[in-house]
């Protein structure tokens, strides 16, 4: 098993890689560099003078993501991989009762297990962050709905799944 990097020390690897692509000329076909005008723009105190847009700039390192922060706070990784799928089917079943389109129902799961990369199930309860993906979602998609529907339709799915729990259960005696 890989050793736990900080996430100071991951930030670090990242920068420096970037540093490293931003300096090394591009020669895989999936680079992309679109170039600003000759003298650049200066923010702060850095010169930027061009955007280079690679895949490599786009993965994150094994290392940042395999023990999760769910794991180290002492979850199961089974139990973990269990609730990223439970989360996932929500917000799909949310998304479906929402009326919304496929690609923000992805974009709400994406932003949900890019959050629980750098946050622990332990600390925060998966249903209000599937909401509030499902919301960001729509948002960033451009099919807004209001924070009263989202929230309506997670209590009928809460609902749903309670009622379902009891119709499973054996009957007493």
């Not at 996430?7 to 540093?19: F, G, I, R």
């Not at 609730?83 to 919304?100: K, N, P, V």
């Not at 919301?135 to 529907?149: C, F, G, Q, T």
Request: glycine share 4%.
């Amino acid at each position: 098993v890989g050793s736990v990097l900080s996430p100071k020390l991951c930030q670090q690897l990242w920068e420096d890689e970037s540093a490293r692509m931003a300096s090394a000329p591009n020669s895989t076909p999936s680079a992309l560099a679109v170039a600003a005008p000759s003298k650049g723009i200066l923010i702060g105190d850095r010169m930027y003078s061009e955007v280079s847009l690679t895949i490599d700039h786009s993965i994150v390192p094994d290392d940042c993501l395999s023990p999760t922060p769910s794991v180290l706070d002492g979850l199961d990784f089974e139990i973990e991989t269990d609730l990223r799928i439970l989360g996932c089917e929500l917000i799909q079943s949310a998304g479906i009762l929402l009326h919304l389109p496929q690609v923000a129902m992805a974009t709400g799961q994406v932003l949900f297990q890019r959050f629980f990369y750098s946050k622990s199930f332990v600390k925060h309860n998966f249903e209000i962050v599937a909401m509030a993906c499902i919301n960001l979602a729509s948002k960033i998609e451009e099919v807004p709905r209001r924070v009263r529907d989202v929230i309506n339709v997670f209590h009928h799915l809460r609902q749903l799944r309670a009622k379902s729990d009891q119709l499973h259960l054996p009957k007493p005696g």
